[in-house]
């Protein structure tokens, strides 16, 4: 009796040995094996943690203690604030606004809200600030310079070029090189008003403030209780007008004039003080007497 052969072996896959091996090459099954299931047994075991509390707030000390051991290094300190281009009373109310407890990290520096605050101010016009090497907290200040002292109902107040509030003035002493403009709407006014103590350089040292009228026109205060009332279209040429007659042989503000009115584009108005208004009425007399003596 012969020995049975054994029987060769199918070199064919098994139908379930092809069935894995096609969808092996399915791309779709490719990305769930080696993407999805690693992130989904993550997020399983992160779900798994999270929801013990203890766990939780654990990890959530740890989370802060990592953070603040970070914000807290040395180099991110700030232990200097150092403020530039305002005086120093305006220094003082910038520390008085912001009062810091240095040192203090730079991530607990709010800078867009400190630059709100400063730039609150009335004196400060612009405000950038930046943490810069040295844990040096850097304010850079724009400020407003006083241009005029305004006189109102609410008192005296310095304003800039452009009539922005710049502080409260105690006494007109205080800023003696200032002009002085007076009136409710004068402030609206400030840029023109410089335009015209500008034109009344001629006559700068008998200059003593300008009037807003109405809100809408200027009247020129001179010494001698003189005034010249400007109208409210074209002032500073009104004004160079009167300058110019003042300098030829009209010399009108050196007369007993109390006004000199311009409101009239076509000619100027004088009125005369009281002794003078005597004086010609008295001249006018002897005048009449005389005509009818001859």
């Known amino acids: 009796m012969q020995p049975l052969m054994p029987l060769a072996r199918d070199p064919a896959p098994s139908r379930w040995s092809y069935r894995i091996q096609r969808m092996w090459l399915t791309p779709l099954y490719r990305g769930l094996l080696r ?6 047994l993550l997020l399983f ?12 707030e654990a990890l959530q000390i740890w989370a802060d203690d990592l953070r ?32 810091l407890d240095l040192p203090l990290s730079s991530f607990d520096l709010d800078l867009d809200h400190m630059r709100g605050e400063i730039s609150g101010l009335d004196a400060v016009a612009g405000a950038e600030l930046r943490v810069v090497s040295g844990g040096v907290l850097m304010v850079r200040v724009t400020e407003r310079l006083p241009a005029v002292v305004w006189r109102s109902r609410r008192g005296l107040e310095l304003l800039d070029a452009e009539g922005h509030r710049v502080a409260a003035l105690e006494r007109r002493g205080d800023a003696p090189e200032l ?40 009247d020129v205060v001179l010494d001698r209780d003189q005034r010249i009332m400007l109208p409210e279209h074209a002032p500073i040429a009104a004004l160079e007008r009167v ?3 003042d300098n030829s042989a009209s ?16 000619r100027p108005i004088l009125r005369l003080t009281a002794e003078a208004m ?17």
């Open 35 to 40: 993407k999805g299931l690693p992130v989904f």
């Open 45 to 56: 075991a992160i779900g798994w943690y999270v929801t013990d509390a203890e766990r939780l």
């Open 68 to 99: 603040r051991s970070i914000e807290e290094r040395p180099e991110f300190m700030v232990r200097l604030m150092k403020i530039e281009g305002a005086s120093p009373e305006l220094s003082g109310d910038i520390r008085e606004i912001m009062p």
């Open 179 to 218: 002009p002085l403009v007076a009136g409710e709407g004068a402030e609206r006014a400030v840029p023109e008003a410089l335009e015209l103590i500008a034109a009344a350089a001629p006559i700068s040292d008998r200059l003593r403030g300008l009037r807003r009228i109405g809100e809408r026109r200027w």
């Open 243 to 245: 300058i110019a007659l």
């Open 251 to 266: 010399d009108v503000l050196a007369r007993d004039v109390t006004v000199v009115d311009m409101r009239d584009g076509r």
């Open 278 to 294: 005597e004086e010609l009425r008295r001249l006018r007399a002897l005048d009449g007497k005389r005509g009818e003596d001859a």
